[in-house]
Nanobody
Framework: QVQLVESGGGLVQTGGSLTLSCAAS????????MAWYRQAPGKERELVAG???????NYAPSMKGRFTISRDGPKNQVYLRMNSLTAADTAVYYC?????????WGQGIQVTVSS
């Protein structure tokens, strides 16, 4: 079992920045891929960015350039730096840890961008 705890969300003004953190704990010493997803009201959950244990990253096209994902491998922590935030970035952000044989999600954390 893996538990994921997100932190760093909250209210920010348009154009501002936030850094989300996700800490994984449990029975997995090294997690394959850690990723961030988000779900805005009335919309489907979508990928924001992911990072493999070997450092390879992938981003949703609309996030690339504004968002940066990073990872502290030994600590199984993942971060999401978000810059130039707009109201369209308002959503619940979820951390995910997965590989071919497991798939865990955090509870989610609210990010609200006010205009």
């Amino acid at each position: 079992q893996v538990q994921l705890v997100e932190s760093g969300g909250g209210l920010v003004q348009t154009g501002g920045s936030l850094t989300l953190s996700c800490a994984a704990s449990g029975s997995r010493s090294s997690i394959g891929t850690m990723a961030w997803y988000r779900q805005a009201p009335g919309k489907e959950r979508e990928l924001v960015a992911g990072i493999h244990r070997d450092g390879d990253t992938n981003y949703a096209p609309s996030m690339k350039g504004r968002f940066t994902i990073s990872r502290d491998g030994p600590k199984n922590q993942v971060y999401l730096r978000m810059n130039s935030l707009t109201a369209a970035d308002t959503a619940v952000y979820y951390c995910r840890a997965y590989s071919w044989d497991y798939d865990y999600w955090g509870q989610g954390i609210q990010v609200t961008v006010s205009s």
